[in-house]
């Protein structure tokens, strides 16, 4: 029985071509090419930052963060991990792309959170949004490295752009979730004592909503992470590169070395991130008191006191 493929088909890439090609590229490639400034400017940066630091002095830094947010072990854990990264002779690498990961969930925060407020306050921008991020999660990433490639050329800062596209979902969609999980009680009292919109969400919703958030800023993490090699292969550098390179030389040690440099450096974000999102992390529904908290040691609050701050 024939199909209707065989009597009509749709050019599609005919059409995506040209859109690309003849439409987008001569237009707003300047555009585009302005908009990864910013970019550049951050990662290299961090890149020149981390690089410089000392290796012993950055260990003892990542440990005592490890320490007072997780514990003894994950401390240990911390220093033998970066110890081994340093023997096996990649820690200019693993500083690369760690330089590479906070520029990605940074920029991932400052566009993710304030799209996913405003899309808890509005059902109407949340039907718009929803199907974009399920395309931007789905798609293969191989997909969209040609047109990144095509619009902002080769490097690292294009790297980055592709790995925000890829990575940014999760903190839209749990701050959407968390601000809109906020008991309707809460909402009610803050504006039965008079409280504005702006108060409302920094002292009562984005408080309570943060370990929700926390977990989505924890997935974007992994995400971009497992973005390193596939990045690699337009000319962002790092640990990716040198799985990049192992594989395109069959150099098995090479591959590893990388991979296993990658693997640790993730285990330690992913922990350190985890434990921000715990209860003990956050004490108080102040956003100031959080933020000082990672400074300071003291017991947690009982959550009965937690529930009536709030």
Do not use: H
Request: aromatic residues 8%.
């Amino acid at each position: 029985m024939p199909s209707p493929s065989d009597f009509f088909s749709l050019p599609f890439s005919d059409w995506v071509n040209a859109l690309v090609r003849e439409w987008l590229v001569p237009n707003f490639r300047p555009l585009f090419r302005a908009l990864q400034v910013p970019v550049t400017m951050v990662l290299d940066w961090l890149d020149t930052f981390f690089n410089a630091v000392p290796m012993l002095a950055f260990t003892a830094v990542l440990a005592f963060i490890a320490w007072r947010l997780v514990g003894r072990g994950m401390a240990v854990f911390t220093i033998v991990a970066l110890l081994f990264i340093d023997l096996i002779g990649l820690w200019p690498e693993t500083m690369t792309t760690l330089s590479m990961i906070i520029t990605s969930v940074l920029f991932c925060v400052v566009l993710g959170i304030p799209l996913g407020i405003a899309a808890a306050r509005s059902n109407r921008l949340l039907a718009i949004v929803r199907p974009v991020l399920d395309i931007m999660q789905t798609i293969p990433s191989f997909v969209y490295l040609v047109p990144i490639v095509m619009l902002f050329g080769v490097g690292m800062a294009p790297g980055i752009i592709a790995t925000i596209i890829f990575a940014l979902p999760p903190i839209v969609r749990l701050t959407n979730l968390g601000i809109r999980n906020v008991r309707a009680d809460l909402i009610e009292a803050a504006e039965a004592f008079g409280s504005t919109s702006w108060q409302m969400l920094v002292n009562v919703q984005l408080p309570l909503a943060m370990r929700t958030i926390m977990a989505g800023l924890n997935q974007t993490l992994m995400l971009a992470l497992s973005m390193v090699v596939i990045t690699s292969m337009i000319g962002a550098g790092g640990l990716g590169l040198t799985v990049y390179t192992g594989l395109g030389r069959l150099d098995v040690g090479g591959a590893t070395a990388g991979g296993l440099g990658i693997v640790l450096l993730a285990i330690i974000l992913d922990r350190i991130t985890q434990a921000l999102g715990e209860s003990k992390g956050f004490r108080t529904v102040s956003l100031r008191q959080t933020i000082f908290s990672l400074f300071r040691r003291g017991a947690p609050v009982p959550s009965g006191e937690t529930q009536k701050a709030a």
